[in-house]
């Protein structure tokens, strides 16, 4: 079996489901029961995603041929998964 993301469609449904794994865990956060080193290492993990997404998104400008500092704010058209 093959983990490759070949398709657009596949990249889309594993950015969807990772959006919805990180609403979940949101969702109550303030109240779970978590000691000072389990914040520490939700905040590292955290860290450790961001930079992940951050290096997709420019890795995407790069193909796309961008400029670096893409505005986050600017919501661009997703096109319909079929």
Not at 56 to 61: C, D, F, G, I, Q
């Amino acid at each position: 079996m093959s983990y490759r993301l070949t398709t657009y469609e596949a990249i889309q449904d594993n950015l969807s489901a990772a959006t919805i794994t990180v609403m979940l865990c949101r969702a109550n956060l303030e109240q779970v029961d978590l000691s000072e080193q389990d914040k520490a290492d939700m905040l590292w993990r955290i860290e450790c995603q961001i930079s992940e997404l951050e290096g997709m998104r420019t890795e995407l400008a790069r193909l796309a041929g961008c400029r670096k500092n893409l505005s986050t704010k600017r919501k661009f058209h997703l096109r319909p998964v079929e």
